[in-house]
């Protein structure tokens, strides 16, 4: 009997430890969060209209060449109207080792279009619509009989040459994102249908700006199209692309300190297209 009645006060004690550890573990992440001195959230929907072209060189050894062009149109927007968003122009380098295994190393040039917000001043400033990206992407890949699955790590760092508050806003960000998709192959057909799911995770927000002491998911993304084959080097893109965007706006008011917190969400339903050239 007194085995038993030691058993049960040590199992007794010991969920009173776990019980003590969990309660310290959730006070210490509630002492980490941020207590602002104001919050507001903001909502944004967007229609958008994508079009680009990618051109790419590919030789026998596995490397291959890419230049891309992508425009983006916002034909509404809730928040400034319709308006130019940006133009992405893309170089670059891919080299497939082995068949399920491919590395992209590339650099982008974004151009932002000013919409009703932007002052003279901040049109006439260059630094304030031109950033640069760089990234670093591995993607395996799986082809059954009818269908290729792929999985695309990407790291990437975008980088802004205006002034900015380093306590708001970084000057180089950092995330990364995760790709998982599956293309269907019908044969005799020269359509090729896909699907695919991106998730953005930020990795260096400023302090102020994380989510209860922590990165968060900034975007999530999901695309369904058709990849058209015309000649044997080219093909057309058609597709439908859902964003749900996410992210914390702060402003630090200079006279008293105050921490203003906006969470922004976004809600973005995009239609394109996209020509392909191989040669």
Known sequence: MNSYSDSGLTAKRSNRRLVAVLAALAVCALAHAWNYDSQAATTTN???????ATFNKK??????????????????NSEVGPYFRKSYTTLDLGYKPIDYVKLDLGYT????????TWSATKKADANEW?????FFSVTGSYTFRY????????????????????????????CLRSKVGT????PGKPVKPYLWLELVNTLNVPEYQQKNGHQFISSVRTQAG????LTRLSSLDFFYRFTYGYDRDINIT?????IQLTQETLYMHSIGIHYNLDW
Do not use: C
Request: hydrophobic share 40%.
């Open 46 to 52: 967007v229609a958008q209209l994508r079009v680009g």
């Open 59 to 76: 030789w026998n050894n596995g490397l291959r060449l890419g230049v891309r062009e992508d425009l983006w149109f916002d034909v509404y």
């Open 109 to 116: 040039l974004k151009l932002l279009g000013p919409d009703s």
């Open 130 to 134: 031109i950033r640069h990206r760089l």
């Open 147 to 174: 269908a290729k699955i792929y999985l695309r790590e990407r790291v990437q760092l975008d980088m802004r040459t205006d002034s900015v508050n380093l306590l708001e806003q970084n000057q180089y960000d950092w």
């Open 183 to 186: 293309e269907f192959l019908i």
């Open 226 to 229: 058709v990849k058209w084959r």
């Open 254 to 258: 200079k006279n008293k300190g105050y």
